[in-house]
């Protein structure tokens, strides 16, 4: 099955410094790959999600960048601010209506990010 | 429209007994998951279902049951509870799947279950 591997486990960064987080997945038939955010005691929640078809997606401070080749992907946070202090999850997932694994999002083991005031 | 939600938010067991885990939503979504969260094992998926009627086991079912009788809920038993079941369940939802990609996964508030 699939196996996700996200780095680093935690991050600190000072507000307004840029954050990087990346994540290597295995199965290269992963065509779906989702970040979320949890705050403590709270839900994940979808920040920003890239297809396969495309390499690279911006959502204003946010951005997400695929390398298939590489199998890796990694989630690029700028001009960071207090309130982006979260356990962040990186996802990978088969296509869907590709039989055993599909529809299912594996997970990384999260990163904290840490944005200090 | 309240999207995802859980019952119970808490809830406390002893060793050996049984309860079942509640998750609705009102999307009109085919797709429901179940998932624990331990700390520092991410999200871990224990049985999910594609539609009504149908289940199926994830990558850490052992020890819990599922049923999708209705298109809106799906439940997750624990039929003797163990302290290893000690965790945060967390139900989520998605769209059927389009142009051959999973769709977003939408979550509901989590439970959190202590097994003493």
């Known amino acids: 099955g699939e196996n996700v591997e996200q780095h680093p486990s935690t991050l600190s960064v000072q507000e307004g410094d840029s954050a990087v987080i990346k994540c290597t997945y295995s199965d290269s038939a992963s065509n779906y790959f989702p970040w979320y955010k949890q705050e403590l005691g709270k839900r994940p929640q979808l920040i920003i999600d890239?297809?396969?078809?495309?390499g690279e997606k911006k959502d204003q401070r946010i951005a997400v960048t695929l390398n298939k080749t590489a199998k890796h992907f990694s989630l690029h946070i700028t001009e960071t601010q207090p309130e982006d202090s979260a356990v962040y999850f990186c996802a990978a997932s088969r296509p869907a209506y590709s039989g055993a694994g599909s529809y299912q999002l594996t997970f990384g083991k999260g990163t904290k990010l840490s944005v200090i005031p | 429209n309240a999207g995802v939600t859980q019952t119970p938010k808490f809830r406390v067991l002893k060793t050996g007994q049984s309860m079942t885990l509640l998750c609705a939503q009102d999307m009109n979504h085919e797709y429901m998951y179940w998932y624990r969260q331990d700390p520092g094992m991410g999200l871990r998926l224990i049985h999910y279902?594609?539609?009504?009627?149908?289940?199926a086991k994830g990558e850490v079912p052992d020890g819990y049951n599922v049923s999708r009788l209705k298109k809106q809920n799906f439940l997750l038993g624990l039929e003797s509870a163990a302290p290893s079941q000690t965790s945060v369940y967390f139900c989520?939802?998605?769209?059927?799947?389009?142009?051959?990609?999973?769709?977003?996964?939408?979550f509901g508030p989590g439970t959190r279950l202590t097994v003493l």
């Open positions: 279902s594609v539609g009504e009627g149908t289940t």
């Open positions: 989520a939802s998605s769209q059927t799947p389009g142009q051959g990609f999973t769709d977003t996964q939408y």
């Open positions: 890239i297809r396969s078809n495309v």
